[in-house]
């Protein structure tokens, strides 16, 4: 017995020990938000010391975790109803929250109906997952750069998959002209791919699905609430809801709560709702969850402002970053990489950052993003004034030259 513990306990070393020497090792930061304070929070040093810190890798990229109203929402809710939900959806888990939300939901997406999951990992992986089930002989065409959670949720399925290059159109039409035209197809893909801060061809992808005769999915994870005039996403901002047989979100990014959801067609939902068991046999959120998103989604359809402050702070630091001379990933969303290029790097800039600077930036390092284009991720909220702003630039011009990385100009 002895000796099976001593080889368990070699073997997770040995992983732990690879992680480390790759630089991939995950650091978690013990922060605590201030209420109303973010993104001012403080960190809880493994010391025990604390440290006043910006958070800047934050994907409640509006602060709606900490809207008036929102809290005012989960609050109330809990008062009304207590904490768990108490059960699955179809057994006792289902209440006014969840149905009321799934309807907004629904109705932000101009859909029929829509269906709530414990989180957007789960939706993509139990909804792709189950497709096959519904649709026999279905392939599935995928974007390369999809995120893990489509991707589990493909290989769940057990169909034949299909990748097809980076946004890349012709490709992609060369794999569905190879697929037999009487066969079920799908094509996966993001609206706002969150590494690389860009944004898929949605109109182009739709055209192809009607040619070759294909559904379409959309994971608009860091889109919604964001884009589009109710936050309807990246579709809704372009007018393409309606050729997107099922969009999938989140509302843990800029909803501010936890929590996924897909939204389609009744019957594509129907059909889902009894077969996908990532739905059927997991509990369904706490009504209060519910209640603060229900309140979230409802705030953002009626804010456009705060989508305008939200891209207006994006492009003040991307035009900041411009004239450093810094390489960074210039797009067209508010997700901000820096490029660094090397894992242990990387995570000794976050480090030195979070600790002489008070600038909370997570490194992201393989195998979220490929080896050699390890970077820190920004993302600046509405809440980034112009004072952390100029914190963070003056931090960023002395580590970079602490860490020899180049700059295309001084300014
Ligand atoms: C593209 C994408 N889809 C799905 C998810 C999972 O969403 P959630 O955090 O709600 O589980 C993420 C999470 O970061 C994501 O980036």
Same mark, same amino acid.
């Given at each position: 017995?002895?000796?099976? +513990?001593?080889?368990?306990?070699?073997?997770?070393?040995?992983? &732990?020990?690879?992680?480390?020497? !790759?630089?991939?090792?995950?650091?978690?930061?013990?922060?605590?938000?201030?209420?109303?304070?973010?993104?001012? +929070?403080? %960190?809880?040093?493994?010391?025990?010391?604390?440290?006043?810190?910006? *958070? %800047?890798?934050?994907?409640?990229?509006?602060?709606?975790?900490?809207?008036?109203? *929102?809290?005012?929402?989960?609050?109330?809710?809990?008062?009304?109803?207590?904490?768990?939900?108490?059960?699955?959806?179809?057994?006792?888990?289902?209440?006014?929250?969840?149905?009321?939300?799934?309807?907004?939901?629904?109705?932000?997406?101009?859909?029929?109906?829509?269906? &709530?999951?414990?989180?957007?990992?789960?939706?993509? !992986?139990?909804?792709?997952?189950?497709?096959?089930?519904?649709?026999?002989?279905?392939?599935?065409?995928?974007?390369?750069?999809?995120?893990?959670?489509? #991707?589990?949720?493909?290989?769940?399925?057990?169909?034949?998959?299909? #990748?097809?290059?980076?946004?890349?159109?012709?490709?992609?039409?060369?794999?569905?002209?190879?697929?037999?035209?009487?066969?079920?197809?799908?094509?996966?893909?993001?609206?706002?791919?969150?590494?690389?801060?860009?944004?898929?061809?949605?109109?182009?992808?739709? /055209?192809?699905?009607?040619?070759?005769?294909?559904?379409?999915?959309? /994971?608009?994870?860091?889109?919604?609430?964001?884009?589009?005039?109710?936050?309807?996403?990246?579709?809704?901002?372009?007018?393409?809801?309606?050729?997107?047989?099922?969009?999938?979100?989140?509302?843990?990014?800029?909803?501010?709560?936890?929590?996924?959801?897909?939204?389609?067609?009744?019957?594509?939902?129907?059909?889902?709702?009894?077969?996908?068991?990532?739905?059927?046999?997991?509990?369904?959120?706490?009504?209060?969850?519910?209640?603060?998103?229900?309140?979230? &989604?409802?705030?953002?359809?009626?804010?456009?402002?705060?989508?305008?402050?939200?891209?207006?702070?994006?492009?003040?630091?991307?035009?900041?970053?411009?004239?450093?001379?810094?390489?960074?990933?210039?797009?067209?969303?508010?997700?901000?990489?820096?490029?660094?290029?090397?894992?242990?790097?990387?995570?000794? #800039?976050?480090?030195?950052?979070?600790?002489?600077?008070?600038?909370?930036?997570?490194?992201?390092?393989?195998?979220?993003?490929?080896?050699?284009? !390890?970077?820190?991720?920004?993302?600046?909220?509405?809440?980034?004034?112009?004072?952390?702003?100029?914190?963070?630039?003056?931090?960023?011009?002395?580590? %970079?030259?602490?860490?020899?990385?180049?700059?295309?100009?001084?300014?």
């Amino acid at each position: 017995m002895e000796t099976k +513990a001593v080889n368990y306990r070699a073997a997770f070393e040995a992983a &732990v020990e690879t992680v480390r020497e !790759e630089g991939r090792y995950r650091i978690f930061r013990d922060i605590r938000r201030k209420a109303g304070a973010f993104p001012r +929070a403080t %960190w809880f040093k493994d010391d025990k010391s604390e440290q006043n810190i910006t *958070v %800047w890798c934050s994907n409640d990229y509006l602060g709606m975790g900490q809207n008036p109203c *929102v809290v005012e929402a989960v609050k109330s809710a809990v008062d009304a109803a207590g904490t768990g939900s108490g059960g699955t959806r179809n057994i006792s888990g289902t209440t006014r929250y969840h149905v009321q939300l799934e309807a907004e939901l629904a109705d932000l997406h101009d859909k029929d109906a829509a269906l &709530v999951l414990t989180s957007g990992y789960v939706a993509n !992986e139990a909804t792709l997952g189950v497709m096959s089930k519904i649709l026999p002989g279905l392939v599935i065409l995928s974007d390369e750069m999809n995120h893990a959670s489509m #991707i589990s949720g493909i290989q769940r399925a057990r169909c034949e998959k299909v #990748i097809f290059k980076h946004n890349d159109l012709a490709d992609l039409e060369a794999k569905l002209k190879k697929i037999p035209a009487d066969q079920p197809k799908l094509i996966a893909f993001e609206s706002v791919y969150s590494m690389d801060a860009d944004i898929a061809p949605i109109e182009q992808i739709c /055209d192809l699905a009607d040619k070759y005769g294909a559904l379409t999915y959309i /994971d608009e994870v860091h889109a919604v609430g964001m884009y589009g005039p109710h936050g309807g996403g990246v579709a809704e901002e372009r007018g393409l809801m309606d050729r997107i047989d099922i969009i999938q979100g989140t509302l843990a990014k800029a909803y501010g709560m936890v929590g996924g959801y897909i939204a389609a067609d009744s019957v594509i939902i129907d059909a889902v709702r009894s077969t996908a068991s990532g739905f059927i046999f997991t509990t369904s959120i706490p009504p209060s969850t519910a209640a603060g998103a229900l309140r979230s &989604v409802k705030v953002l359809k009626q804010t456009p402002e705060k989508r305008e402050q939200h891209q207006e702070r994006a492009n003040e630091l991307k035009s900041r970053l411009r004239a450093g001379g810094y390489n960074f990933i210039d797009g067209d969303t508010h997700i901000v990489p820096l490029m660094v290029g090397d894992p242990v790097k990387c995570q000794a #800039i976050s480090d030195t950052l979070i600790n002489d600077y008070g600038i909370y930036a997570q490194a992201i390092n393989y195998p979220t993003v490929p080896r050699g284009t !390890e970077r820190l991720r920004f993302t600046p909220s509405p809440f980034h004034d112009d004072i952390m702003m100029d914190e963070l630039m003056s931090a960023l011009e002395t580590v %970079w030259a602490e860490y020899g990385l180049k700059r295309e100009k001084v300014a």
